[in-house]
């Protein structure tokens, strides 16, 4: 799939997953929002979880996964003014120094591996994570959720599943 990225340049650039993703040609940066292309939008304020049924259906391209990075205090509803169908990710668990354990607040390239994931693109995933030292802890951590959500159905199935998770949190 495509991976394209709105870069908002506010985080530490050191450290920032997008440009390190850029730099090995895995994603495209977009410095405004009008260049952004369309595509599956990676929103945490979405109202449907995304499940594997979004590869299929009209409007939007359907393989091309957007993502906007930013930092955590900028992320607010309105940032994400993007075009496209715009998705939350399931629970996950971030596997990256910065926010190591964190449930649903993961970095951009951990983003896309989840979506590629449950996506049924597990090799995708792990091409894009192999440029990070601590990016196979973001799969291992997360291996049994993400199976079961790349086997449902729709969306509704995929919160059967993460409500199974959030029971134990
Ligand atoms: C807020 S930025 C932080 C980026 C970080 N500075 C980095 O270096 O990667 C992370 C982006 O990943 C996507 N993302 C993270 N967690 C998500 C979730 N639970 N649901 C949907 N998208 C998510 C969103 O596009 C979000 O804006």
Redesign the pocket.
């Known amino acids: 799939m495509e991976l394209h990225v709105r870069y908002e340049g506010d ?1 530490d650039p050191d ?4 440009r390190r993703l850029a730099q090995f040609d895995h994603a495209e940066l977009h410095r405004s929002t009008r260049s952004t292309p369309p595509g599956i939008v ?3 304020f979405a109202d449907q979880a995304l499940s594997p049924a979004d590869r299929e259906g009209t409007g939007s391209r359907r393989d091309r996964l957007v ?6 205090e900028t ?1 607010e509803r309105e940032a994400f003014d993007l075009e496209g169908i715009h998705r ?2 399931p629970f996950l668990v971030a596997g990256n120094p910065v926010n190591y354990g964190t449930a ?6 951990e ?1 896309f591996a989840g979506a590629l994931c449950i996506l049924g693109e597990r090799e995708q995933a792990e091409e894009i994570l192999s440029v990070f030292s601590w990016g196979h802890t973001f799969l291992e951590l997360n291996e049994e959720p993400l199976e079961r959500y790349a086997a449902c159905a729709d969306s509704a199935a995929v919160l059967a599943v993460q409500d199974d998770y959030l029971a134990d949190e």
């Open positions: 985080d450290k920032c997953s997008a990676l929103n945490p993502a906007l990075d930013c930092s955590w992320a939350s990710l649903f607040q993961l970095n951009t390239v983003a």
